[in-house]
């Protein structure tokens, strides 16, 4: 069964503390990888597509990194706005619909 | 662009009424999803509309159902509302099925009573 899955399930960092999200999934034959920020009691924002091992895409302070296993968003020198629900998501083979992991909870203390 | 509108966004129902809710995707978006999000279970998927038919359904009782008009508007129905109802439906468009990005709307926040 394909599986994404998250890690941390929450994370608190002090302002300007950078650390890592981590999304590991059992998909085979990769055909892309979505993050996603959703603030509470609104729907996820679309963030990045990476689509090959050793591809990265910065946003800000938000930076995707994939390998052939797992993905990693890094966040350098947060700030509390980043504070959200990061989710990642895969497309399974076939025209199947997006497998999502359950998350990463951000919280940014100033 | 506009994006994916959903409505209501809030929503209050009893036990055992029914609810419909709307999505309008981006404009040239052909493919519906929906997923209901609650906060033990995460997003889990319900079904996918493209070009007016569902092409995939998730593990939901028939008590979910949906459909899809010619304009890419969706909606989805449940009816004989439950407590264990209660949750964020969201709705996400996509060009086209598959791999492609997908956008979600700001969500139905469905409370059953």
């Known amino acids: 069964e394909d599986q994404v899955t998250q890690s941390p399930e929450a994370l608190r960092l002090q302002e300007g503390e950078s650390s890592s999200l981590n999304c590991s999934y059992t998909?085979?034959?990769?055909?892309?990888l979505f993050w996603y920020r959703q603030d509470p009691g609104k729907g996820p924002e679309f963030l990045f597509t990476l689509y090959s091992a050793g591809e990265e895409k910065e946003k800000e302070r938000l930076k995707a990194t994939l390998t052939k296993k797992e993905s990693f968003l890094h966040i350098t020198a947060p700030k509390p706005e980043d504070s959200a629900t990061y989710l990642c998501a895969v497309p399974p083979p076939g025209n199947t619909p997006l497998v999502f992991g359950k998350g990463t909870r951000l919280s940014v203390i100033a | 662009k506009a994006g994916v509108t959903q409505t209501p966004r809030y929503l209050i129902k009893t036990r055992g009424q029914q609810v419909t809710l709307s999505c309008s995707p981006i404009?040239?978006?052909?493919?519906v999803s929906w997923y209901q999000q609650t906060p033990g279970q995460g997003l889990q998927f319900l079904f996918e509309?493209?070009?007016?038919?569902?092409?995939n359904k998730g593990n939901f009782p028939g008590r979910f159902s949906g459909r899809q008009f010619s304009n890419s508007r969706s909606e989805m129905n449940v009816s004989t509302l439950e407590l264990g109802d209660s949750a964020l439906y969201l709705c996400?468009?996509?060009?086209?099925?598959?791999?492609?990005?997908?956008?979600f709307g700001q969500g139905t926040r469905l409370t059953v009573v």
């Open positions: 996400a468009s996509s060009f086209q099925r598959g791999d492609t990005e997908a956008f």
């Open positions: 998909v085979s034959g990769l055909r892309g």
């Open positions: 509309y493209f070009s007016e038919t569902q092409r």
């Open positions: 404009s040239g978006h052909r493919s």
